[in-house]
């Protein structure tokens, strides 16, 4: 009954914003609110991260745009791989933006991030331009990695990728968090992973190397349900991501909300500095099929991904949040939606006529500093040049 | 591991995906994927019997379901394998002959070999998947250390040699760093295990029958741009193939091409080009077995023409070319009217944007054919 008289009055005045938006005159009604999350679940822990979460307009606005960035850009990205624009593989991130766009609003960009081959949205949020992201799936010059890496390859100043082996960048971030502790930084490295990986053998030594040695890492999992094909019920014996790392402490979060992940990332980063390693599993959905070869409907009905578009879909949530504590308005909505559509579209275009990498770039970046006069050995002479 | 799921199949998918509007696409020309060879279809053996149109996955899954059907030991697993497998390969098995004997494994790709070796050491029959070449390497360590020398280490006490593992492999076209891979001479190292390469579906077939059958581990690398685009009539009975036992596949007298998996549609591609060109007669070899492999039948080949021309998409350096160069050159040496010619993928990780640049095309084996003569 509250919520019917809120609603009939949000509605009232969206008229009245209608018409402040026709005169130029945006209105917000709050500069901050508080959010109340869904309850953490917790291992080894004796207190979790806050469930009210207090935050601003600029926050709300910061993170809408972010994830709505990342939602454009991927579409956009499937479209290109359709029409055989992006070639190699393309695993897109739909359905997972909350994660990168909360994780990266609670550290610094000192601090490190690793992770698996979904990597276009934590690309973006690392400060790359949805141009080069969009530039390094057509192989570009413009893109992130000159166009060499492609979809899952992607580099920023502390992001380390961008991996392509199921799992294999788990040790290398307890790696990366090690030289954060030794080089006395006060950072940290986030090293994240699929519930697909949360099974490969290595995950398990980092656990003990980055427990044993108390390293500065944020184990992460991102469990969308499905490694591939295989839903998380059928490939683990386990499915409480969040508890196995045995004695490493971890909070299960609802990774479809930005404040929430936000929130556990504080927590976790104040945590890893003092103890150790942690580990957060994000509980999320990939809308997409694992790559643009899987339809994503062979083990899986549309009606469930419809009903987590509908239900549970992060930027829908927190469209409804933001709006419904007054911080934002439909219009401002409205209006960095079609921002984005141009900045993204401009962005499109430029990726599909920025040059393409000329041809000495196949020998290059193979050694560095190589013995005088060493060759590339192709097997034409012709096209063989040094290494640079 | 990752890029995972169904190289080829997006082909089928695309046309409808496309139909929906997308400014994007409204305004891009739609660029057409092209092989860089043309499938020529085999004839299947008379006595094999009846025969049916199969494209290569399809000879895989009937070679599969035959193995499933006559023994009861054998077990099919690997990831995403019982909803059929992101290249197909498996449809319908797990509905035919159950979950407990078809199923899925975790992402896990050492545990997959591993248990797949433990499977063997009992002496029932596992045949594990792994999903893309790119992604055995998790395993190595197993296949290296402990399914090559099983065997020999325990005195002939245990093996497992009931052990085929499957893999797709090689360049699909558009696979980028961790598609496309071929990956063979790193196993060529290991003796123990057997190593093989099919061209096309009846020779996919009986070879894949064969490593099952046979009592060593096997590792069968299926070249993946071949699933769908190599078509052909394959008996649909139970047949094998002999391992170890390389085919010439077109008589020739001037110039020996040896090759396996894709790399040999290339070269008859060379072959008909040299011929016409040159007047040039090459001999095609399928090697078809990398290990142990048939030191036979290439060096007859290359006593007969004296100039040879080996090609793998694998890099150059320490591909098994360079393995089959030295013993050509050791055994054929009086015979040779030219330095051996090896025409490979470069020494640089497969590339992203330049994989025409980097395989070994029939212009680049043209190339070599000419210095051959030439010499």
Known sequence: MILATFVSSLKRQSNSWVLGAIQGCHMSTAAQATHTVTPYKLHRLDNGPSTQITYTREEALKYYRQMRTIRVMETTAGNLYKAKIIRGFCHLYSGQEAIAVGMEASITPEDSIITAYRAHGWTYVRGVSVHSVLAELTGRKTGCAHGKGGSMHMYAKNFYGGNGIVGAQVPLGAGIALAHKYKGENNICIALYGDGAANQGQIFEA??????????????CE???????????????????????????????????????????????????????????AATYRYHGHSMSDP????????????????????????????????????????????????????????????????????????????????????????????? | MAGRLG???????????????SPVLNQTPVSTR??????????????????TRMNLFQSITSALDIALAKDSSAVLFGEDVAFGGVFRCSV?????????????????????????????????????????????????????????MYRYRSGNEFDCGKLTIRTPCSAVGHGSLYHSQSV????????????????????????????????????????????????????????????????????????????????????REVAALAQQ?????????????????????????????????ISHEAPITMGFGAELAATIQQECFLHLEAPVERVCGHDTPFPHVFEAFYLPDKWRCIEAVKRLISY
Request: aromatic content about 10%; hydrophobic content about 35%; charged content about 25%.
């Open chain 1, 207 to 220: 656990y003990n190397m980055a427990k044993l040695w108390d390293l500065p890492c944020i184990f992460v």
């Open chain 1, 223 to 281: 469990n969308n349900g499905f490694g591939m094909g295989t839903s998380a019920e059928r490939a683990s014996a386990c499915t409480t991501y969040y508890t196995r790392g045995d004695y490493v402490p971890g909070i299960w979060v609802d990774g479809m909300d930005v404040l929430a992940v936000k929130e556990a990332t504080r927590f976790a980063k104040d945590y890893v500095l003092k103890h150790g390693p942690i580990l957060i599993e």
């Open chain 1, 296 to 388: 994503g409907t062979s083990y899986r009905t549309r009606e469930e991904i419809q009903e987590v578009r509908q239900k549970r879909d992060p930027i829908g949530k927190f469209t409804d949040v933001i709006v419904n504590s007054n911080l934002v308005t439909k219009e401002e909505i409205k209006k960095i939606e079609d921002e984005i559509k141009k900045e993204v579209g401009d962005a499109a275009e430029l990726s599909k006529s920025d040059p393409e990498l000329p041809a000495e770039a196949l020998y290059t970046h193979v050694y560095s500093n190589p013995p005088p006069g060493y060759k590339i050995r192709g097997c034409d002479d012709t096209i063989s040049v040094l290494a640079k």
């Open chain 2, 7 to 21: 190289c080829l199949r997006f082909l089928s998918n695309t046309s409808s995906l496309l139909s929906k509007k």
């Open chain 2, 34 to 51: 092209c092989m860089h060879f043309n499938y020529v279809p085999d004839t299947p053996a008379r006595e094999h019997g009846e025969t």
């Open chain 2, 92 to 148: 319908g098995l797990k509905e035919k002959y159950g979950s407990d004997r078809v199923f899925n494994s975790p992402l896990s790709e050492q545990g997959i070999v591993a248990f797949g070796i433990g499977v063997a050491l009992t002496g029932a029959t596992a045949i594990a998947e792994i999903q893309f070449a790119d992604y055995i390497f998790p395993g190595f360590d197993q296949i290296r250390n402990e399914a090559a």
């Open chain 2, 184 to 267: 063979e001479a790193f196993f060529a190292h290991c003796p123990g295990l057997k190593i093989v390469m099919p061209r096309g579906p009846i020779q996919a077939k009986g070879l894949l029958l064969s490593c099952i059958q046979d009592n060593n581990p096997c590792i069968f690398f299926e070249p993946k741009i071949l699933y769908r685009s190599a078509i052909e009539e394959v008996p649909i009975g139970d047949y094998t193939l002999p391992l170890s036992k390389a085919e010439v596949i077109l008589e020739g007298n001037d110039v020996t091409l040896i090759g396996w998996g894709t790399q040999v549609h290339v070269l």
């Open chain 2, 277 to 309: 060109k040159f007047n040039v007669s090459c001999e095609v070899v399928d090697l078809c077995t990398i290990l142990p492999w048939d030191r036979e039948t290439v060096a007859q080949s290359v006593k007969k023409t004296g100039r040879v021309l």
